[in-house]
């Protein structure tokens, strides 16, 4: 058996929502902190194969294979969530987060035998086996303060855009 998943994100003005703060709930649905330059990019795609043999009625051998590979970038302009609870949502300050180059890699393998046997009366099943997992991740970021003072009930959405990544 062979499955795959591929999958891609693309959405221009990406946004992380708004600050867990009660008076955010009275604003209008979509109202946002981002900007109109932000993105996502996101590619993923998975596969998995699996091979399965029986033996006999009692005995089987499986083996499962597994790749997932995701790229993304993204910038997003978020709320500082680290603010004072009394500060009111017309005085926030933004953060702007960057990724322009993330990859995730995992692979996994396992390996079953699978049995089913008595002695006398006593019934046995027996599994063994085992997995092997390697996974690897990588990225550059960025995170800085973007700004201070945005006004969430009446926000002026005309930031400029953060310069490239290159932080950690």
């Known amino acids: 058996m062979y499955e795959a998943e591929f999958q891609e994100t693309k959405q221009n003005g990406w946004s992380n929502g708004l600050p867990n703060l009660s008076d955010s709930l009275s604003l209008p649905v979509n109202r946002t902190m981002s900007e109109p330059f932000t993105y996502l990019n996101n590619f993923n795609h998975t596969h998995h194969i699996e091979f399965e043999h029986r033996f006999n009625e009692d005995w089987k051998f499986r083996q499962g294979l597994y790749y997932s590979r995701t790229d993304r970038s993204f910038l ?12 009111p949502i017309t005085n926030l300050t933004r953060f702007a987060y960057q990724e322009p180059d993330e990859h995730q890699e995992n692979a996994v393998s396992q390996t079953e035998l699978y049995g089913h046997f008595k002695t006398g009366e006593v019934d046995h099943q027996v ?28 926000p002026s959405y005309n930031g400029t855009k953060p310069g490239k990544a290159v932080s950690f």
């Open 127 to 154: 599994l063994a086996g085992f997995e092997r997992i390697h996974s690897l991740f990588g990225f550059v970021g960025d995170f800085n303060f973007y700004d201070g003072g945005f006004n969430l009930v009446n």
């Open 76 to 87: 997003s302009i978020n709320s500082d969530f680290s603010r004072d609870p009394s500060e």
